[in-house]
């Protein structure tokens, strides 16, 4: 790439539409992400000015769709990849990306994090976490479930949109959290819980979307998914139903690249994550809740969100063993 | 018709455009297949495949029926109807489905199909307890007729218009009933664009992925493409990525052969091209069935996408259109749109031409082999996932960081790709009718060569052109980009930000954004049809 170091810059002159990078400073550290973690109105523009103002450096983003992407992405690149960090991560990958033996261990002291369960890993840091919930819209559900066992159980009239584990992250949530409130008799559970499922779509954003406009009363997300409607847009329509068995926990990791250009900035960056610099954006930019102490007083929203009591958490290493197997017996299950 | 000259440059050009095709087909099948070892196929999963397969085609099977049983009556009753008030825009607005991201349509027809759809609420007036669930087949057959009955209508009433009036006042004078006409003069003259969009129709009903997964309510509705999607995404294995593609080119060609038996070419004879008057209908026997058939038509494809309409125009478009975030995604979609069709006109016309020099010599098996193959390149590109091209070119490319200029290409050579299909089938029977009716004088004229082509050829072929060069710009709008799943550093397009939008809460941005996009797509197809038609009148 160097050698066609002009065609950028000669680019951007063409096209003033394209962003062009930040002047540079003397060290650079480029960090591969997912997209709506550095959309405008997400954490990484804020995390960035504030990391810059700590280590005089030039930090950039790249973002990707999402935390598979980013997996792909560097199985593509392999040692190629120019970044010093990856981040976005999600603890059923971390198997996965250790794997590819990309990664170096962090060797930095993680007293600092606080996620329930606890996790730590010498190479992994989370930087926040989030329970996944069956969100309903309190307009057409009166007295929502109360156990994941009402939800398989209940009114098959009453719809669910869920997630595609193929395709999808939370989708592949609901299938550990099944698995791991049924354990050897998820696949009856599923066969049940089919009757309630209006469809299963490829990803979070038709789900979601389908619920939104009304389609279906309940749909699959995060505990602090109601966060956002009560923060921006001060409706408490839509709530999370509280599971007495538990819920299942989603955490987003971050690690070092061995091929790291600047290693000790990359440390820098890791240590910083875990400061309330940064942690201070997660709650209300990423809407996930924070993995480090924080120093901002958490919107009213944050207190009134459900914190579950039970934590059901995989290995990283027993889902990539289990994984194909599961989504087989899935499959089996939803295609009666 | 051409001289011996012209057909040999024809048949350069097209051997060099087909192997342009090729290579950027071939070339990242090959890249990933060396990447990622095969893992192969296990005996549980060729179940699983079989399965599949078997619900690709049968899904994709009546999608193209439904489409294209509707989008022949329809397309008589607009070739019966060249005026009524109104007309341009509902052919215009016909062009809007492609240009929408599938997602966003899946939604609008939600808002009509779905359980609290207004079709549910109509039934509940009436009396219906329970509402009916269009989630299953049913739900990927309307999201399909959707989709492509007004593509089809797009593609086959032009073969009508191009009759030339005489027909009409021959069929007039003679007295033929209805099916007559339609046995000895518009099936003839429709027979082979009806052929071209039922295989078009079939190939994006098979490679269908959102709308199958969305409105298929489980797994049971899963088609090749989610699995090649899988494989490539969720378990990195390019192997059988590219392993299934293959699969899904072999057996949609051979549905592509069958109906190539159906679409012998027909004679343009001398055409007139635009909407001609028709004394055969001047009685108006047929007026009040046209006219409700063409309601319907209108009403099916015009309520869900006056839904989007509806939900956009709820958003708060004066901070949307502020944000400058918006006017870059919006620039960078319309250049690569540009560029794209550009480039897909440009290929199409090569191979369009290309097909008719080597159909020119029948019996030679090389000018066969070069037929054969310029008319597969108008499908195969449909039929590689976008998804698996991008993440070869990704790899060819040596990754993307930093860079600008390489995302950039691949995007804009895949969407030119994607929209070949289509542009070539727009071209092939304007390119066909102008070769009949300006070959001979040309000849006799010795206009040949560069000046032919300037001169009489082009202008002839101006309508076609303008048609496919926005169908492809269309395309490629509502293309969410096959680089996204795997990083376009810098690069922001209008669907990339909607679906950041959407999976950020932002619903009523999202859909804000789909209102301008289909705003967008349907502006330059009005564009389009005015120019064409203008530049088409101004040479009679």
Redesign the interface.
């Given at each position: 790439?160097r050698k066609?170091r002009f065609?950028?810059s000669a680019?951007?002159a063409l096209?003033p539409?394209?962003?062009t990078?930040a002047v540079s400073a003397d060290k650079a550290l480029?960090v591969?992400t997912y997209?709506?973690f550095i959309?405008?109105?997400?954490p990484g523009p804020k995390i960035e000015a504030a990391f810059e103002a700590e280590c005089g450096c030039d930090l950039k983003w790249?973002?990707?769709?999402d935390g598979?992407?980013l997996?792909?992405?560097l199985?593509?690149?392999g040692d190629?990849?120019?970044?010093g960090i990856v981040l976005g991560l999600d603890t059923n990958l971390v198997a996965e990306a250790r794997a590819t033996g990309l990664f170096e261990a962090h060797g930095l002291d993680t007293s600092a994090v606080q996620i329930p369960g606890g996790f730590s890993d010498d190479v992994f840091i989370p930087y926040d976490y989030g329970h996944f919930a069956v969100i309903y819209d309190s307009e057409a559900i009166g007295t929502p479930p109360a156990s994941l066992k009402e939800l398989v159980e209940g009114d098959p009239?009453q719809?669910i949109v869920i997630q595609?584990p193929?395709?999808s992250t939370p989708g592949l949530g609901l299938l550990l959290w099944m698995k791991s409130v049924y354990g050897e008799d998820a696949a009856q559970a599923w066969q049940k819980l089919?009757k309630r499922?209006?469809?299963?779509?490829?990803?979070?954003?038709?789900a979601?979307?389908?619920f939104?406009?009304?389609?279906?009363p309940m749909v699959l997300s995060y505990t602090t998914?109601p966060a956002?409607?009560m923060v921006?847009e001060e409706t408490n329509r839509y709530q999370a139903a509280e599971f007495s068995e538990g819920h299942y926990l989603q955490i987003e990791v971050a690690g070092l690249l061995a091929n790291a250009p600047d290693k000790e900035l990359a440390r820098q960056f890791l240590g910083f994550m875990m400061t309330p610099g940064f942690q201070n954006e997660i709650p209300t930019n990423n809407?996930m809740m924070p993995a480090a102490p924080v120093t901002m007083d958490l919107p009213e929203a944050f207190s009134k969100l459900v914190s579950p009591e039970t934590t059901f958490l995989y290995s990283p290493e027993e889902v990539a063993e289990n994984r194909a197997a599961w989504i087989?017996e899935?499959?089996g299950a939803?295609?009666r | 018709m051409l001289t011996r000259a012209e057909h040999r440059t024809s048949r350069v050009a097209g051997i060099a455009a087909l192997l342009c095709v090729g290579l950027a087909l071939a070339a990242p099948l090959a890249v990933l297949l060396s990447h990622g070892g095969g893992t192969g196929v296990s005996s549980s999963q060729g179940d699983y495949l079989l399965r599949i397969t078997r619900f690709t085609l049968l899904q994709a099977g009546l999608s193209t029926l439904l489409s294209l049983l509707f989008a022949v009556p329809l397309a008589r009753a607009l070739a019966r109807r060249p005026v009524f008030p109104g007309r341009r825009w509902l052919i215009s607005l016909f062009a809007v489905p492609l240009g929408l991201p599938p997602l966003v349509a899946a939604l609008g027809l939600i808002e009509i199909w779905g359980r609290n759809g207004i079709a549910n609420k109509g039934l509940g007036l009436l009396g219906a307890e329970t509402p009916f669930s269009i989630y299953g087949l049913s739900g990927i057959l309307i999201a399909h007729v959707f989709f492509n009955l007004p593509l089809a209508i797009r593609l086959i009433l032009p073969a009508l218009e191009r009759l030339p009036p005489e027909y009409w006042k021959t069929a007039a004078n003679l007295g033929m009933g209805g099916l007559s006409l339609f046995r000895l003069v518009e099936w003839p003259a429709m027979r082979r664009s009806a052929a071209g969009a039922a295989g078009l129709v079939f190939m994006l009903c098979a490679t269908s992925f959102t709308l199958v997964l969305v409105l298929g309510g489980g797994p049971a509705a899963t088609t090749l493409e989610v699995a090649i999607y899988q494989a490539l995404r969720f378990d990195f294995d390019p192997g059988r990525a590219v392993l299934l593609s293959l699969i899904q080119v072999g057996l949609t060609l051979v549905v592509m052969l069958a109906l190539k038996l159906i679409s012998a070419p027909t004679e343009a004879g001398d055409t007139k091209g635009g909407a001609s008057n028709r004394p055969d209908v001047s009685g108006g026997v047929h007026a009040v069935p046209d006219a409700m058939l063409i309601g319907l038509g209108g009403v099916f494809v015009g309520a869900p996408m006056a839904a989007v309409l509806v939900s956009g125009l709820n958003a708060d478009m004066s901070r949307l259109l502020g944000d400058a975030l918006f006017w870059r995604a919006a620039t960078t979609s319309l250049l690569i749109g540009l560029a794209a069709a550009s480039l897909s006109v440009m290929l199409a016309s090569l191979l369009v031409r290309a097909r008719y020099s080597a159909d020119a010599r029948p019996g030679s098996a090389m000018m066969g082999l070069l037929a054969g193959l310029s008319s597969a390149a108008g499908s195969l590109t449909l039929l590689v996932p976008p998804v698996v091209l991008g993440a070869g070119w990704f790899l060819m490319l040596g990754g993307g960081t930093g860079q600008l200029l390489a995302p950039l290409a691949v995007i804009t050579l895949v969407n030119a790709l994607m929209a070949l299909p289509f542009v070539m089938r727009v071209m092939e029977p304007a390119h066909q009718g102008t070769m009949e009716r300006n070959g001979r004088l040309s000849m006799s004229l010795g206009l040949v060569g560069l000046n032919r082509l300037w001169q009489i050829d082009m202008p002839a072929m101006l309508p076609a052109l303008a048609t496919g060069f926005v169908f492809a710009v269309a395309l490629s709008l509502g293309d969410l980009g096959a680089i996204a799943l795997f990083g376009s550093d810098r690069i922001v397009t209008l669907p990339w930000l909607l679906y950041q939008k959407l999976g950020s809460y932002r619903t009523s941005d999202a859909a804000g954004l789909a209102l301008l996009l289909g705003g967008l797509t349907m502006g330059l197809m009005i564009l389009a049809d005015r120019l064409g038609n203008r530049n088409g009148s101004g040479l009679r």
């Open positions: 790439m066609y065609l950028p680019l951007a096209f539409f394209i962003a990078p480029t591969y997209e709506s959309a405008e109105w997400g790249v973002g990707v769709a598979v992407a997996l792909n992405r199985k593509l690149e190629k990849a120019e970044a009239e719809k595609d193929r395709t089919s499922v209006l469809t299963v779509t490829p990803g979070w954003s038709e979601y979307g389908l939104t406009s009304g389609e279906a998914s956002y409607h921006a809407w087989e899935w499959l939803m295609s | -």
